[in-house]
């Protein structure tokens, strides 16, 4: 009985550990490809003018 009840909790709670991570992780990415993607069109509008 205590063991039903101490495995989900565990499991959910590192479960939400990774989605957190998995976060962390997609808006570090779009954030580089933001800057990638400014950096880049900096760079064509200098040398276009």
Partial sequence: ???QFVQPT???SAK???DALKL???A???VQ???LVMGLG???LNLTH
């Fill in 1 to 3: 009985m205590d063991n």
């Fill in 10 to 12: 565990r499991t959910r």
């Fill in 16 to 18: 939400g550990r990774q």
């Fill in 24 to 26: 962390l992780l997609v």
């Fill in 28 to 30: 570090g990415l779009s």
């Fill in 33 to 35: 490809a933001w800057g």
């Fill in 42 to 44: 900096l760079i064509i």
